[in-house]
C-alpha cells in the first residue's frame, strides 16, 4: 500500500514579495508584476516581471553573510530558509530542484564553462549550504518542470527512497531565454491576456519557490495538503507547438483524476498553466472539455507573475494551496472577452469558494505534459 503524501510548507520569492504572505495581499489588490523592463543593452524593452535587484540584495543581506552566490542562488536560498529551519534534514531527506535554465546568464562573455553553469553543480552547491546528507536531484523538463517535481518527490517517497523532501524551484529573466522566446515571436507586446480574445504572447517572469513534503505528520503543522495523484504525457507533436487536440494534457489530467479517484465533478479549481498564446490556451480548452472539466473555476496566474518557466508550475501550486486555505479565487488577470473555442469558467473578480481539490496543470516544449491533484485537509 502506498504511503500518503502530505506538503505542510511552502514559500516563495517574486517580484511581488518575499514570502507567501505578501505575495497573498498583492494578489488580492490585483496588482502584477508584469511591466516594461530594459533587460539588457542588446535587447528593446519588453513586457516581465522582474525581482527588484536592489530590494532582494537588501533582503538578502538580512539573512546571509556569504556573497559568493549569483542572483537566481540567492533568490533560491531567501526561499528555502524559512523552511529548512523548520524542517530538520535526515539521511532520508531529498533535496530536488526544479529549474529550466538555472545560471544561464554566466555564460555571457565568458571563455570557459564556470562549474555553476552546470544544473548538477547549481544543486550541489544549494544542497551543500544547507547541509543536505543525500546527492540532490535535478528536474529540468521545459514548462512542467515545477509540476513534475512535486511529482519526482511523492513517488521517491511512495517507492520508499527517501522519507521526506524539500522541493525548490527557480528560474530568472536572462538575455539568452529573452532573445529564444522572443526568435519565435511567442513575447507579447503588451501585458498578457491568457484566454482572452485580443491575447498576443507570453510575458516571462522570474520567481523561487520552495515547498516541503513528507509522508510523516506532526501536531504543529499549520496546514496539510494531501498529494492524491499526478502524471506525466508527452504528446510527441512538435519541438515547441502543443498538440492541437490536447492529447497529452488530457492524458495527464484523466491519469492525475484516476489515481486520485476524483470526479470533474468533485474538483473545485483549476490552476491552469495559460501561457496567452494562440495554441496554448486552444489546447487547454479542449482537453478541459474532453475531461467534462469546463464548468470548474479556473484561473491563470501568468497576469501576475509572467511565465516563470521552470518556477512557475511550483509557485502556482503554491498559490492556489493559500487560495485553498484562504478560501477565495483569485481572478485571471486581464481577461475580458473569451478566445478559445471551448467553453470555460475563467474566474473574472475575486470571489470566496470553499476548496478541497485542486488540479494543477502545466504544458510545455518538446509536447511534455503535466498535471497534479491536491486535498485540503485543513
Request: charged share 20%.
Amino acid at each position: 500500500m502506498n504511503r500518503e503524501i502530505y506538503i505542510t510548507d511552502y514559500n516563495c520569492v517574486t517580484p511581488l514579495g518575499f514570502d507567501v504572505e505578501s505575495n497573498w495581499e498583492v494578489l488580492l489588490e490585483g496588482k502584477s508584476g508584469v511591466a516594461l523592463h530594459q533587460v539588457s543593452d542588446n535587447l528593446e524593452a519588453f513586457f516581465v516581471s522582474k525581482i527588484d535587484s536592489e530590494k532582494l540584495e537588501k533582503e538578502f543581506n538580512k539573512f546571509f553573510d556569504n556573497q559568493d552566490f549569483t542572483r537566481l542562488e540567492k533568490m533560491f536560498l531567501l526561499s528555502l530558509k524559512p523552511l529548512v529551519e523548520k524542517h530538520p534534514i535526515s539521511v532520508e531527506t531529498a533535496f530536488i530542484l526544479s529549474t529550466t535554465k538555472g545560471n544561464i546568464s554566466l555564460l555571457k562573455n565568458k571563455k570557459d564553462l564556470p562549474e555553476s553553469i552546470y544544473l548538477s553543480s547549481l544543486a550541489q552547491k544549494l544542497a551543500d549550504f544547507f547541509g543536505f546528507k543525500t546527492k540532490p536531484i535535478v528536474v529540468s523538463n521545459a514548462c512542467v518542470s515545477g509540476v513534475m517535481v512535486i511529482s519526482v518527490a511523492k513517488n521517491m517517497i511512495q517507492a520508499g527512497k527517501y522519507k521526506d523532501a524539500f522541493v525548490i524551484a527557480g528560474d530568472e529573466i536572462s538575455e539568452f531565454v529573452i532573445s529564444g522566446f522572443n526568435s519565435f515571436q511567442a513575447i507579447g507586446s503588451e501585458p498578457c491576456k491568457p484566454y482572452d480574445k485580443n491575447r498576443n504572447g507570453i510575458n516571462l517572469g522570474e520567481a523561487t519557490a520552495a515547498l516541503y513534503i513528507t509522508s510523516e505528520l506532526n501536531q504543529n503543522e499549520k496546514f496539510k495538503f494531501k498529494v492524491l495523484g499526478d502524471s506525466a504525457i508527452n504528446d510527441a507533436n512538435h519541438i515547441s507547438g502543443p498538440s492541437r487536440t490536447g492529447d497529452g494534457l488530457f492524458a495527464s489530467v484523466q491519469n492525475a483524476m484516476k489515481e486520485a479517484k476524483v470526479s470533474a465533478k468533485q474538483i473545485d479549481f483549476i490552476s491552469a498553466h495559460g501561457t496567452a498564446t494562440l495554441y496554448n490556451d486552444e489546447m487547454e480548452a479542449i482537453a478541459f472539455n474532453r475531461m467534462e472539466l469546463q464548468n470548474v473555476p479556473l484561473n491563470s496566474m501568468k497576469g501576475y507573475y509572467g511565465h516563470c518557466l521552470g518556477a512557475s508550475g511550483l509557485l502556482e501550486s503554491i498559490i492556489s494551496m493559500e487560495a485553498a486555505l484562504q478560501n477565495a479565487l483569485i481572478p485571471s488577470k486581464n481577461f475580458e472577452e473569451m478566445g478559445v473555442s471551448q467553453d470555460l469558467n475563467i474566474i473574472k473578480q475575486n470571489q470566496s469558494a470553499e476548496i478541497k481539490y485542486i488540479l494543477k496543470t502545466a504544458s510545455g516544449f518538446g509536447g511534455c505534459n503535466a498535471a497534479i491533484v491536491f486535498e485540503k485537509l485543513s
